[in-house]
């Protein structure tokens, strides 16, 4: 058993003649890692579409991730690639136009694409959500969100203009702000100008940093968000050591675990999140270690 399920463990056996069971299962789920499902439940509906998010909630997983990006005219979409080519049917829609970066088509453009078939046949005619109409979904299914704001040098403003938009959907009250959103981005440029516009977000860099660049990051950024490939229990630590921009501990969601064992190793060295194609395998495996 790792060190961290052993601690968890011991936690609730030592809590029993101190906390009520009810008091006991609270602080043994605090422990568990939060499980995210990577754009949308990935691995079992398109990626980035309203399926896949509602398949997240038809699982019970309340958090999401998604990858924003813009269009021609100024509409913000949730797809994860630069390309439209690899997710919908735009090479037949639109065969002249190689090699069909989402900044090149406009809003109308994208919505006229097939945003399923590519992944089969009983998700035909699904759209790429543009950010509004995804964001409507996840409030409708009660869920929360792990924002990521993709490829945002090619798109000057799009942090503003992200959070107006969050903001238009009410998403920046203190209901929201307090455990339902964060913001993340490989781009610590992006983040920071995420954080300078709206200091009460919470904010996720997505990446590796070395730790004795870490406090750097901790002005800004309230997660450190690597590959879980590239963890250990010491990085784990070390980020743990420093204090994010909201006076609370550095915190850790690896990516993308779809495997139990996996899982059980990152949740072992000590994570926060784990953000998986698979969410129901990560939570059944956290949840009987
Ligand atoms: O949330 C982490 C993960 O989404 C980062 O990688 O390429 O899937 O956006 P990618
Ligand atoms: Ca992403």
């Not at 997505?206 to 963890?231: C, K, Q, V, W």
Request: proline content about 6%; aromatic content about 6%; hydrophobic content about 40%.
């Amino acid at each position: 058993m790792h060190a961290r399920a052993v601690a968890a463990t011991t936690t609730v056996l030592l809590g029993a003649t101190l906390l009520s069971p009810t008091s006991a299962r609270a602080a043994a789920a605090h422990t568990r890692p939060q499980v995210v499902a990577h754009r949308g439940a990935s691995a079992y509906a398109p990626e980035n579409t309203l399926p896949a998010i509602d398949r997240a909630a038809a699982l019970g997983i309340p958090w999401v991730e998604n990858d924003v990006q813009r269009t021609k005219d100024g509409v913000l979409v949730v797809v994860h690639d630069d390309s439209l080519r690899r997710t919908t049917d735009v090479e037949q829609v639109f065969p002249g136009r190689a090699p069909w970066k989402v900044k090149d088509f406009t809003a109308a453009e994208i919505a006229r694409l097939d945003a399923g078939s590519w992944f089969g046949h009983a998700y035909a005619r699904t759209r790429v959500p543009t950010l509004a109409q995804y964001m409507r979904r996840v409030e409708r299914n009660h869920q929360k969100l792990l924002l990521e704001i993709k490829n945002p040098e090619l798109y000057p403003g799009i942090e503003r203009q992200t959070l107006k938009l969050l903001g238009n959907e009410g998403w920046l009250d203190r209901r929201h702000l307090d455990g339902r959103l964060i913001v993340q981005s490989f781009s610590a440029g992006s983040l920071r100008i995420v954080h300078d516009l709206k200091p009460g977000v919470t904010t996720g860099f997505l990446g590796r940093p070395e730790p004795g660049d870490l406090h750097g990051y901790a002005g800004f950024a309230d997660l450190i968000n690597p590959s879980h490939g590239t963890l250990s229990a010491a990085y784990v630590s070390a980020v743990h050591a420093f204090t994010g921009p909201h006076g609370r501990r550095l915190r850790v969601f690896a990516w993308t675990v779809d495997d139990a064992t996996r899982a059980r190793t990152v949740a072992g060295y000590g994570a926060d999140g784990i953000i998986t194609d698979k969410p129901d395998v990560v939570r059944d495996a956290l949840n009987r270690p």
